[in-house]
Structure formats: structure tokens, C-alpha cells
């Protein structure tokens, strides 16, 4: 009997392990895991565009920074242009990392209903080194002028980019070293 109540007891510690993993969690329940933690208005089309953002999270995992345009067609007909974002990772007043996000490329382009969302970065959180007060702080060092005609409909989103089929991040070239 009592060999039965550590089985028991393993097996539910267990269960609770397995249910908070990721992988779990990106696999059953997928609408509440891949939900933006954030997502406010950011126009990417004009130079010298600032937005910060306060970091607050969910699950222990890789998060991808990404455009959304509210068009399905630009996944499939737009021609992708330069442009680039100064990102500064901010935690208790000191700057932990810094550097310029990846120029958007097709391949890195996702379709979301009518939405096409351009991941131009990815990073973990918990953030190494970082306290409980971290923010991303991104200015538009190049313009993304192929999105002229959407200006002032862009956002800017925050979400998991973990995936379960993988195992690991969709977008691991994206992801800044630490």
C-alpha cells in the first residue's frame, strides 16, 4: 500500500509537470498560449517612430515580435522592402541589450485571418538578467516604405512563437543572442 501511495503521488506531480511544459500547452491548449501579450498601434513608415512596450508574461518560452497589417493579400503580393527597428531591452533603469531587428523577409511572413503578421524578432522571456520592470523600447531607425500605404493601420504584436510540432521556436534565425 504504501509503495502505491508514492506511485500515487509521483504520478501526480508528474501530470502537473507534463500539463505546464510548453509543449503541452502549445499543443492542447493553443488559442490561450498563443495569445498576444501585447499589441498596440506603431507606424513603421516614418523615421524616428518610438514605442515602449512593459513586458508581462504567461509562459516561460520564446516570443516573437511582429508586424500585423490588416491585409491577407500582402502574404501573397507585396514586394518586401528594407527596413529596420532599434530595440532596447530595459530593465531597472539599465540598458540589458540593444541592437537592430531583422529586416523583413517573405519567409517570415504569417497569415492570421485577414491579417499578415512580419516577425522581425524573437527572444525569451523570462528575459536573462532582466528584473520584473522589463520593457522593449523599439524606435524605426529604416523605414519600412513598402508598407506606405498601410500607415496607421500597422501594429505591433507580442506573442509565443514556440512551436509544439518542433519543438522549439518557428523562427529560431530570428531569435538575438544574450
Known amino acids: 500500500m504504501k509503495g502505491f501511495k508514492i506511485f500515487l503521488i509521483?504520478?501526480?506531480?508528474?501530470g502537473v509537470y507534463f500539463y505546464n511544459t510548453n509543449w503541452f500547452q502549445a499543443s492542447f491548449m493553443s488559442d490561450r498560449f498563443h495569445q498576444d501579450i501585447f499589441s498596440a498601434p506603431f507606424d513603421v513608415t516614418r523615421k524616428g517612430e518610438v514605442l515602449s512596450i512593459p513586458l508581462k508574461y504567461k509562459f516561460r518560452t520564446c516570443y516573437s515580435l511582429a508586424l500585423a497589417v490588416p491585409d491577407k493579400n500582402l502574404y501573397y503580393d507585396t514586394s518586401v522592402g528594407p527596413g529596420t527597428l532599434r530595440y532596447r531591452f530595459v530593465s531597472k533603469g539599465q540598458i540589458i541589450a540593444e541592437g537592430l531587428t531583422f529586416p523583413p523577409a517573405r519567409r517570415h511572413f504569417a497569415r492570421?485571418?485577414?491579417?499578415?503578421l512580419i516577425n522581425i524578432l524573437v527572444f525569451d522571456l523570462p528575459f536573462p538578467g532582466a528584473g520584473n520592470d522589463?520593457?522593449?523600447?523599439?524606435?524605426?531607425?529604416?523605414?519600412?516604405?513598402?508598407?506606405?500605404?498601410?500607415?496607421?493601420?500597422?501594429?505591433?504584436?507580442?506573442?509565443?512563437?514556440?512551436?509544439?510540432?518542433?519543438?522549439?521556436?518557428?523562427d529560431e534565425e530570428l531569435k538575438i543572442a544574450y
Request: with cysteine; aromatic share 12%; charged share 20%.
Open 10 to 14: 509521483c504520478l501526480v506531480f508528474g
Open 112 to 116: 492570421y485571418r485577414e491579417v499578415t
Open 134 to 170: 522589463l520593457s522593449l523600447e523599439l524606435t524605426v531607425e529604416t523605414p519600412m516604405t513598402f508598407l506606405n500605404e498601410y500607415s496607421g493601420k500597422i501594429n505591433c504584436s507580442i506573442r509565443p512563437n514556440y512551436s509544439a510540432k518542433a519543438g522549439r521556436c518557428y
